[in-house]
């Protein structure tokens, strides 16, 4: 079984930072593609940012030039570093992880229970 965890949410005013933090465990023998997504309140979940085991990265325009994302192959862990933050960020930012098994011939795609982001104006 795998398992994929965040942490580092919180509630942070407008023009803050935040980071968020995720990992993956259990039965992995490597992960691919790692990324965050996040869910407002009444909206549809939508893709914030990627990385792929190699380090490319891709970002939603809303986040462009303010959310870095960075991983740890090693620790199969992907980070979210969130800077200039608005009010409009608020969401629960859920983090998946696409993992091949020790025992499997494919990857899967798994994901985190969530981590509460609060920006207040």
């Known amino acids: 079984q795998v398992q994929v965890v965040e942490s580092g949410g919180g509630l942070v005013q407008a023009g803050g930072s935040l980071r968020l933090s995720c990992a993956a465990s259990g039965s992995i023998f490597s992960t691919n593609r790692m990324g965050w997504y996040r869910q407002a309140s009444g909206k549809q979940r939508e893709l914030v940012a990627t990385?792929?085991?190699?380090?490319?990265?891709n970002y939603a325009d809303s986040v462009k030039g303010r959310f870095t994302i960075s991983r740890d192959n090693a620790k199969n862990s992907v980070y979210l570093q969130m800077n200039s933050l608005k009010p409009e960020d608020t969401a629960v930012y859920y983090c998946n992880a696409d993992v091949l098994g020790a025992s499997g011939n494919y990857y899967n795609r798994y994901w985190g229970q969530g981590t509460q982001v609060t920006v207040s104006s």
């Open positions: 990385i792929t085991s190699g380090g490319s990265e």
